[in-house]
């Protein structure tokens, strides 16, 4: 089993920056993606951003490519989004995803592990 706590959400104004930090545990190793989605209210979970396991490889949805970046750290358990130039459509739940198989799809029911979501509101 992997366990994914979120955390670094918040109310910021458009234009402003959020950090969003995921920290992994438990059977890491098995894992070969993670991923950041989020839900609007009525809409459905949509896409972010994604990383290889090995931190290689990264991923971006156009309409956050630019703004948003995905990393993580030395040791290779926490994965971090960093969101710039926020606008008011960005507001919703971020969920940290993480998947075992090969590949890194876009697509939420191919991930495997889910964190409880953290609440990004940006106001205008």
């Known amino acids: 089993q992997v366990q994914l706590v979120e955390s670094g959400g918040g109310l910021v104004q458009a234009g402003g920056s959020l950090r969003l930090s995921c920290a992994a545990s438990?059977?890491?190793?098995?894992?070969?993606?993670m991923g950041w989605f989020r839900q609007a209210p009525g809409k459905e979970r949509e896409f972010v951003s994604a990383i290889t396991w090995s931190g290689s490889r990264t991923y971006y949805a156009d309409s956050v490519k630019g703004r948003f970046t995905i990393s993580r750290d030395n040791a290779k358990t926490t994965v971090y989004l960093q969101m710039n130039s926020l606008k008011p459509n960005d507001t919703a739940v971020y969920y940290c995803?993480?998947?075992?198989?090969?590949?890194?799809?876009?697509?939420?029911?191919?991930?495997?592990?889910w964190g409880q979501g953290t609440q990004v509101t940006v106001s205008s």
């Open positions: 438990g059977r890491t190793f098995s894992l070969t993606a």
């Open positions: 995803a993480a998947r075992l198989g090969v590949g890194v799809p876009v697509t939420p029911q191919l991930y495997n592990y």
